[in-house]
């Protein structure tokens, strides 16, 4: 199994507001998009009393309202605050970092290029917080055919960002599109992918040579689950993408087969434990952890809602949020 896998630090901070929203305030709390992506902490939350919502249309006057992991447009922001909800912003402090590059090169005047996947929450959160009253634009590329076709108004006044839960790889052949059309283009200060995605990429790669199957449990619809898939793939491994064990196919294995198992950011260590019981029930069940320096970035909650947590459980240090890959 790799390490690390599972929750990073930005999944786990999005649900622990979530968590804390409804022990503080009480249910419904209004949860704007998936709080993360995966079915299972979805419903969980659910359960508890959490409302997930696409628009703000959907939430009541004074609603205590949460905007997902993913990151939301600046204009939804505005409208949240013109409507006195009360939002307590769950987006992951390395996707604002992304955002307020948008912003700040939006204000110079510098068009901006994204590469990340149309569509995806995170993307179009990014798209707007491009501000073009300023004159400059935004543009998304997908992959170097977008790069390719794409026409700016002025290269000397370029830059990009980079949607967070991309591959590395397929990242790095776009930007060295990017710099062979557009020399003149300014670079990131650093770069956008987060922390998490690249740990766990690097760890699949590392598995990928030692195992013949490669099973990452994650959401159809989590980006850098689909990643770790890809990069298994890359590493010329057979890897499947799966929800849970009820995805698991028996067709998939054979006696003495060597399986690598890894999991999504947004993946819940539960998820992966009923796998590799599902596994063991197959005859596969010698589990080898692989070795990995761990994670230890922190993430802290809002201020305003770590108080009132601090004042309702008698803590008062700061609430912080551990990254490691539990």
Not at 55 to 81: C, N, R
Not at 89 to 103: F, G, I, Q, S, Y
Not at 146 to 166: I, P
Not at 199 to 210: I, P
Request: some cysteine; charged content about 25%; aromatic content about 4%.
């Amino acid at each position: 199994m790799t390490q690390p896998r599972g929750f990073c630090a930005g999944v786990v901070r999005a649900i622990e507001i979530v968590e804390s929203a409804l022990e503080i305030y009480g249910a419904p709390v209004y949860v704007v998009h998936e709080i993360v992506h995966n079915q299972r902490v979805v419903e969980d939350l659910r359960g508890r009393g959490a409302v997930f919502v696409e628009t703000l249309d959907e939430v009541p006057a004074d609603a205590v309202t949460v905007f997902s992991a993913h990151g939301v447009a600046e204009k939804m922001i505005v409208d949240a605050e013109a409507r006195g909800l009360n939002v307590l912003n769950a987006t992951c402090p390395l996707v604002t970092k992304v955002h307020l590059e948008v912003v700040r090169n939006a204000k110079a005047g510098n068009e901006v290029i994204l590469i990340g996947h149309a569509g995806h929450p995170e993307v179009n959160g990014t798209l707007g917080h491009y501000d073009r009253s300023y004159g400059g634009e935004i543009y998304l590329v997908q992959d170097e055919r977008d790069v390719e076709k794409l026409r700016v108004k002025d290269s000397s006044r370029l830059t990009y960002v980079t949607q967070t839960t991309l591959s590395v790889d397929d990242t790095k052949n776009i930007q060295v599109a990017i710099k062979k059309k557009f020399p003149r283009v300014i670079e990131p200060r650093k770069d956008d992918i987060c922390y998490a995605t690249q740990n766990r990429q690097l760890a699949v790669r590392k598995l990928a040579g030692e195992v013949d199957l490669l099973i990452v449990v994650g959401a159809r619809n989590s980006s850098n689950s689909n990643r770790l898939r890809e990069v298994g793939e890359q590493m010329g491994v057979n890897s499947f993408l799966v929800e849970d064990a009820s995805d698991l196919d028996l067709s998939w294995f054979s006696p003495d087969l060597r399986v690598g198992i890894s999991a999504g950011a947004s993946t819940p260590e539960v998820l992966v434990q009923e796998v590799l019981k599902r596994l063991d029930e197959l005859g596969i069940g010698k589990i080898v952890e692989m070795d990995a320096e761990p994670e230890t970035v922190t993430f802290r909650l809002p201020v305003g809602l770590a108080m009132k947590v601090a004042r309702k459980t008698g803590n008062s240090g700061d609430t912080t949020i551990n990254g490691g890959g539990k």
